[in-house]
């Protein structure tokens, strides 16, 4: 959904004196940016005309990150090794373990745990950005509420809310920050919402339609 709001802007556009700007986002997962390392998955791109010349150009990647629900588990590697459409089959326990069933709650003590200060994915992400001197943004996964209780496995579409959470866009500096604490440290919601409220006036950005 992020790059569909991006998608409906297809093609130049264009404002006064001349100027056109152009932004695209394409997903750029699944590759070794950097060493051996995934440094993000999707890749935003600005570009600024004036007269037809390039006067000025952006370049930022986002690294998607989603909040745990309790009692959900970070599952660091896959034991099986399995590689693209073929992550997607699944194992009799793993199928028994999905279609078990549990109350996931989300709430606002809930961890991105996979923003991890241990994570040797962290350390490729900054010599990428420091090398190439491009920005890397975290987009931040959550309910469109909170707290947000619900019981799996889901036997009918649930009644969204207003969307007054959502997916959320902060720098990978202001998490670093936090992380940087002790090894293993995963920040909460609560910690990332006030972090942003501390370094900018502005709520944090939250992904249009998303």
Not at 46 to 61: D, N, V, Y
């Amino acid at each position: 959904m992020f790059i569909s709001h991006f998608a409906s802007m297809q093609g130049a556009i264009k404002f006064g004196s001349h100027w056109t700007v152009r932004i695209d986002a394409h997903y750029i997962g699944g590759g070794r940016h950097y060493q051996t390392w995934e440094v993000a998955d999707i890749g935003l791109m600005a570009i600024f005309r004036r007269g037809g010349k390039i006067e000025r150009s952006k370049l930022t990647f986002l690294h998607p990150r989603k909040l745990y629900a309790s009692p959900l588990k970070v599952q660091e590697f896959d034991p099986y090794h399995r590689q693209g459409m073929g992550r997607l089959l699944v194992t009799e326990d793993e199928h028994n373990d999905l279609v078990k069933p549990k109350l996931l709650k989300y709430l606002e003590s809930s961890r991105y745990k996979r923003c991890s200060s241990g994570a040797n994915s962290k350390h490729a992400m900054h010599e990428f950005s420091t090398r190439h001197g491009i920005g890397i943004h975290y987009l931040l996964y959550n309910p469109s509420v909170l707290p947000w209780p619900i019981q799996t496995p889901v036997e009918q579409v649930p009644s969204i809310p207003e969307n007054k959470v959502g997916a959320r866009v902060v720098p990978k500096k202001l998490v670093d920050n936090m992380t940087g604490q002790t090894g293993g440290y995963s920040p909460s919601y609560a910690n990332i919402s006030k972090a942003s409220r501390k370094n900018s006036p502005a709520a944090p950005t939250r992904a249009a339609g998303v």
